[in-house]
Structure formats: C-alpha cells, structure tokens
C-alpha cells in the first residue's frame, strides 16, 4: 500500500542542523495530519490540516514548523531539534475531518545527535 | 485533559484462543472509536471502527464493543494467529471537527504458535 509517502524514512541531524519532512498522500483526500511516537508514549497528535488550512496545533513547540501547500503534501520543517525530539513522526490522512478514518504513512525515524 | 486507558499493555495467548482488549476514555463527546494494528517496523493500520451511534461492530475474526455510559470500548479477536502478534492502539476522538485522535498506550499482544 503506497496511500501515503513519507520521505525520507530516516533522518539523523544535530541540534543546529535544519532539516524538513515531507509526506504526499495519493488517497484524494483532503485532511493531512502529524503525529510524534516515542518509545513507551502513545502516539501524539502534532497538527491538523483541512483543505491547506491549519486547525490544530496541539501546543508544539515552534521548533517544529508546518507547512501544507495542498491537500495532497505536508511538510514538517525542523530546526533547533533536541535530543528529546528523537522519535517516529507518521504523516497520515483523510476523506475530512471529523470521524473520518486515518491513514498513516511508514514514518519518519529522527534521530537528534 | 482528554486521555484514553488501555489495558493490558502486554497479552500473550496461545494460537486459537481469544484476545479481548479494553479501552477507557474520558471525554463524553467522544463519538469515534478507531482500532490500529502495528507490526514491528511497520505503518499503523486501521482494522477496525466503531461509532457511537452502534454498541457492536464485527470483522470476520475481529469485533469491537462500546459501552457510551460506561466510557469503554474493546477489540476482541478470535481464533487467534500467529501473525496477529503485533501491537495494538485504540483511540478516541475528542474534537468532531478537526479529527483529533487521542490514543491509548499500546497493546503488544503475542501469539503463540
């Protein structure tokens, strides 16, 4: 299943470096979101966006900066990392918002030396 | 804040026996209740969905439950397999409009054969 991509699936940078994640979905949806998974942690929500427009930020530090040009990519720019940031970010997808089901991608592993 | 318990975090079954996991959420609004499947490595997948508006949703092999007045819900599988050995996350949305997911730690659940 190639639904949604995420590239690249791994990423080691340091904490000055900056870097960015990318995530392209090819369901036609509309709704794209990011989530942090850590070991020992449930996945947390990042971001939500509906339509290119944001409407969620779950209190992330600006370190991390999102961007959607269109319903079809997200972006999620780094820069100033700490080491606590090291995790899996899953880029995922849906038809709406709302109850809609998810679709994840394969994720991201950072790795912040 | 909104949470999700889920419980146990580790289940180890025999091949053909029965897994029953439970959830319990906090936020009455909650309408959305979502099933996800990880293997190691591997993307979350969703396998099963339940709105509140039902109390039983069944899969072949796989059924939730939900008690709305309990706060509760739980994925049972049966005749379990070996490949089933994964680990499993309930979740539960807190904002209809957006689509925020809350999950719940994690069930490792290993089958064996």
């Known amino acids: 299943e190639t639904g949604v991509t995420q590239t690249p699936r791994h990423l080691v940078m340091g904490m000055t470096n900056k870097k960015s994640l990318k995530c392209e979905q090819h369901l036609g949806h509309n709704a794209m979101y990011w989530y942090k998974q850590s070991a020992k942690k449930p996945l947390e929500l990042m971001f939500v966006?509906?339509?290119?427009?944001?409407?969620e930020n779950n209190s992330v530090p600006s370190r991390f900066s999102p961007e959607c040009p269109n319903s079809s990519h997200l972006f999620l720019h780094l820069h100033t990392l700490q080491p606590e940031d090291s995790a899996l970010y899953l880029c995922a997808s849906s038809q709406g918002q709302g109850v809609k089901p998810q679709h994840f991608g394969d994720g991201t592993r950072l790795s912040i030396l | 804040g909104e949470n999700v318990e889920q419980h146990p975090s580790t289940l180890s079954v025999q091949e053909g026996d029965s897994a029953v996991i439970k959830c319990t959420y906090s936020d009455s609004a909650s309408n959305y209740f979502p099933w996800y499947k990880q293997e190691l490595g591997k993307r979350p997948q969703l396998i099963i969905d339940i709105r509140s508006n039902v109390g039983e949703k069944k899969d072949q092999r796989i059924a939730v439950t939900l008690n709305k007045t309990a706060k509760h819900f739980s994925l049972h599988i049966t005749e379990t397999q070996p490949e089933d050995s994964a680990v499993y996350f309930c979740?539960?949305?807190?904002?209809?409009?957006?689509?925020?997911?809350?999950f719940g730690q994690g069930t490792t659940l290993q089958v064996k054969p």
């Open positions: 966006y509906n339509f290119k427009e944001q409407t």
């Open positions: 979740a539960a949305n807190t904002n209809s409009n957006t689509g925020k997911l809350i």
